[in-house]
């Protein structure tokens, strides 16, 4: 079955720490992959995305993202974290042939320390 | 320009009771989606909708739910005698196209069933 996993539940960072969060899928192809952010009360906001073409790809907000095809992973990083990264992150699939729907991973939250 | 938007944003239901849940996605979006955030979790499909056509229903957790987008542009998805387990922050997305893209997603609406 189709899969996503994000292995971190809850990540705490310092301020200006480097930062890494996780995704696997599961799937026989290559999906497209997304990073969506969420703000409490918040909707979910684009960071980034892989269609195709160079596997690491710039997002907003300085996140950036590197799509490895031998690990099916796309893992999500930022040098520098800020305070206001604070959130909930969840990376997202869109496999080819399900009418385009997005399968997201569970999620994972990310508090900074000052 | 405008984005997704959804209304109620919060909404209290006894047990039993009918809700509405209405989706305003971005003028001339062809892809409307529904999905199903409970606590704690990511975002699930629910179903999926092309212009008026609603092409995939298969994430509705049961006849219970039911959704319609009569003129293919606003969306409502109605619950029909709420049950606790249907607790979660329902989000509406649209997409320009009917292809791969990426999905916008309006600010969601907390249902509580109580």
């Known amino acids: 079955a189709q899969s996503v996993t994000q292995p971190d539940i809850h990540i705490t960072v310092s301020e200006g720490a480097s930062l890494e969060l996780r995704c696997n899928y599961s799937?026989?192809?290559?999906?497209?992959l997304f990073w969506y952010v969420q703000s409490p009360g918040q909707g979910l906001q684009l960071l980034l995305k892989y269609f195709s073409g160079d596997t690491l790809v710039q997002g907003i907000k300085g996140f950036e993202a590197e799509f490895k095809r031998s690990q099916s992973s796309f893992n999500l990083r930022k040098p520098s974290v800020h305070w206001s990264d604070a959130a909930e992150y969840f990376c997202a699939v869109d496999f080819p042939g399900g009418y385009n729907k997005l399968i997201f991973g569970a999620g994972t939250r990310l508090a900074v320390h000052p | 320009g405008a984005g997704v938007s959804q209304s109620p944003r919060y909404k209290v239901a006894k047990r039993g009771q009918d809700v509405a849940l209405r989706c305003d996605p971005i003028?001339?979006?062809?892809?409307l989606f529904w999905y199903q955030q409970a606590l704690g979790q990511g975002p699930e499909f629910l179903t999926y909708?092309?212009?008026?056509?609603?092409?995939?229903k298969s994430g509705l957790p049961s006849d219970r739910f039911f959704a319609e987008r009569p003129e293919g542009s606003v969306s409502t998805l109605k619950i029909q005698r709420t049950q606790q387990e249907d607790s979660a922050v329902y989000l509406c997305?649209?997409?320009?196209?009917?292809?791969?893209?990426?999905?916008?997603f309006g600010p969601g609406t907390r249902l509580t069933v109580t």
């Open positions: 909708f092309q212009n008026e056509a609603q092409l995939d």
């Open positions: 799937y026989g192809a290559t999906p497209y």
């Open positions: 003028s001339g979006h062809v892809s």
């Open positions: 997305a649209s997409r320009p196209r009917e292809d791969n893209g990426e999905q916008y």
